[in-house]
C-alpha cells in the first residue's frame, strides 16, 4: 500500500472528525424543496473554463439546472442563497482505498470521507464480503461505499490474509466465480514480489483472471510495481493500473501502449513526497493527539524524494500523452485526496486536470452516472470553497461547506 512510512502509519488510526466553527446559517439547507445556490464561481468538472457568477438550482437531492445566473430560471418560491465570493465543484470521488472491516468502522470512514468533501469511495480488495450489503444502503452524511471484495494474489505469508492466495491459472477462474457471485464492483489483482519477499502472479494466471472477468462483465484494477509488469499487464486487456510504475522511468513504449488504449486508466497513488509540508490546515480536524503524532513525522527524507520523483515523472509523461487518470489514495486517510491532488500538481498536472481526474474521470471509472460533474440530472454532491483551487490546488482544502444528495454535511459534530 502506499506511503509505507511513519506518517501513514500514523494517519491511518482511526480518527473524530471535530469542526472549528459551526455551520453558517445559509450552509444549513434541507434536503427537500427547491434551493438556489447564486453568486459563486461554478466548476462544473469537466475540463470547461469556469463559471463566474453562477446559479445552481437544487431540488431535493437532484441539481436541476446550473450555469450563468442568465440562463437560469430560478423557480417561483425557490430558497436563494448567495455564495458571492465562494467556489463551488463536484464533490470528490475516490477509486482506491482500504477500509476499516468491520460495519461500525466502515460507517465512520464513509462518513469521515462526506466530511472532507469526498462523495464515493473504492475500496480494493480487503474486504469481507458480509460487508457489502452496506453497498445498498443510505447512511446519512456519509460517502457512497464500492468494493472489490477479495483481491487475487500468489501467496504472500506474513501479510493480509483477506486476498485470495492463488497458484494456478484454474484457482484464477474460480475465484472470478466467486467474487461474481457475491457481486463486486471490479476485481483487483496484485502483481508485485514485495522487494523479492514472494512470488508475483505470472503472465499466464493473471491472464487467465481478466479473460475470466471480462467474460463474466467485471473490469480488473492491477496493483503493480515494476515497468515490465505493467506492459505485460496492459498487453493482457487489464482495465486500470491501481498504482503508476514504480521501480524506473517508464519508456516510449509504455507511453505508446497508453494511446493506443484511451479507455485504460490509470491511478497514480503517489506516494509521500519526502519533505516537510504545511500541516495546519488539518488541526481543526484532528484530535490533538493525532495531529501531534502527524506533526512529529512530518520531516524531509530525502531517499523518499527520489522514490516520489520517479513515480511524478511517470505520472507526467502520460498525462501529457492524454492517459485517462483518476484519483486515488490507498490507505485509509479520509483527508488523503486533498494531499494526493496537491502532489499530482507537483507532478506536472494543471489544478483543472486534477480536478477533472479527482471527479468526472473517477465517476466514470466506478461507473456513477449520476456523479462527478455538476450538471441538471445530476446528484447534489457538491463542496463550497473559501477560495478558487485553480489558483492554488491546496485551496480544496478551504471547505466551507459539503453537501451531499443536497443535504448540508455536518462538519461541526465529531464523528465517533
Known amino acids: 500500500m502506499r506511503r509505507l512510512n511513519v506518517i501513514a502509519a500514523a494517519a491511518t488510526v482511526a480518527v473524530s472528525i471535530v469542526a472549528a466553527l459551526a455551520i453558517p446559517a445559509w450552509a444549513q439547507a434541507p434536503a427537500a424543496g427547491v434551493t438556489a445556490y447564486e453568486g459563486a464561481r461554478l466548476i462544473v468538472g469537466d475540463g470547461r473554463a469556469p463559471i463566474e457568477g453562477a446559479t445552481l438550482v437544487v431540488d431535493g437531492a437532484k441539481i436541476v439546472q446550473a450555469g450563468r445566473a442568465a440562463d437560469v430560471s430560478v423557480p417561483a418560491g425557490a430558497r436563494r442563497v448567495s455564495l458571492a465570493g465562494k467556489t463551488i465543484m463536484p464533490m470528490l470521488i475516490d477509486t482506491h482505498v482500504h477500509l476499516s472491516t468491520t460495519r461500525e468502522g466502515l460507517t465512520r470512514d464513509l462518513k469521515r470521507r462526506a466530511y472532507f468533501g469526498v462523495s464515493a469511495a473504492l475500496s480494493m480488495g480487503t474486504d469481507k464480503y458480509e460487508l457489502l450489503d452496506v453497498r445498498n444502503e443510505t447512511i446519512p452524511g456519509a460517502a457512497r461505499f464500492l468494493s472489490a471484495g477479495r483481491g487475487i494474489t500468489m501467496p504472500e505469508p506474513g501479510r493480509i490474509t483477506a486476498p485470495y492466495w492463488i497458484t494456478s491459472e484454474a484457482e484464477?477462474?474460480?475465484?472470478?466465480?466467486?467474487?461474481?457471485a457475491n457481486k463486486v464492483d471490479i476485481v483487483k489483482i496484485w502483481v508485485d514480489n514485495r522487494g523479492g519477499k514472494y512470488k508475483k502472479l505470472t503472465p499466464?494466471?493473471?491472464?487467465?483472471?481478466?479473460?475470466?472477468?471480462?467474460k463474466r462483465g467485471l473490469r480488473v484494477a492491477a496493483h503493480i510495481f515494476d515497468l515490465e509488469d505493467g506492459k505485460g499487464l496492459i498487453r493482457a486487456s487489464v482495465d486500470a493500473l491501481a498504482h503508476g510504475v514504480?521501480?524506473?522511468d517508464i519508456d516510449d513504449e509504455m507511453v505508446a501502449m497508453f494511446k493506443q488504449r484511451p479507455n485504460l486508466i490509470l491511478t497514480p497513488n503517489l506516494p509521500d513526497r519526502g519533505v516537510k509540508v504545511d500541516m495546519s490546515w488539518l488541526k481543526a480536524s484532528l484530535p490533538a493527539e493525532e495531529f501531534t503524532k502527524l506533526e512529529a513525522a512530518n520531516v524531509d527524507r530525502p531517499q523518499e524524494q527520489a522514490f516520489f520523483g520517479i513515480q511524478a515523472r511517470n505520472?507526467?509523461?502520460l498525462n501529457a500523452a492524454g492517459a485517462r487518470i483518476t484519483l486515488g489514495t490507498d490507505g485509509n486517510r479520509a483527508w488523503g485526496p486533498h494531499v494526493e491532488m496537491e502532489d499530482m500538481v507537483v507532478s506536472g498536472m494543471t489544478p483543472m486536470q486534477v480536478i477533472v481526474a479527482a471527479t468526472k474521470n473517477s465517476a466514470e471509472f466506478l461507473r456513477l452516472t449520476d456523479a462527478g460533474t455538476l450538471e441538471a440530472g445530476k446528484s447534489a454532491d457538491f463542496i463550497v470553497l473559501d477560495a478558487n483551487?485553480?489558483?492554488?490546488?491546496?485551496?480544496t482544502r478551504r471547505i466551507s461547506a459539503v453537501y451531499l444528495k443536497g443535504a448540508t454535511v455536518d462538519r461541526a459534530q465529531p464523528v465517533k
Open 172 to 180: 484464477g477462474r474460480k475465484v472470478v466465480e466467486e467474487l461474481v
Open 204 to 214: 499466464e494466471i493473471y491472464g487467465a483472471i481478466i479473460d475470466e472477468s471480462h
Open 246 to 248: 514504480r521501480d524506473r
Open 315 to 317: 505520472l507526467a509523461k
Open 389 to 395: 483551487p485553480l489558483d492554488d490546488i491546496t485551496n
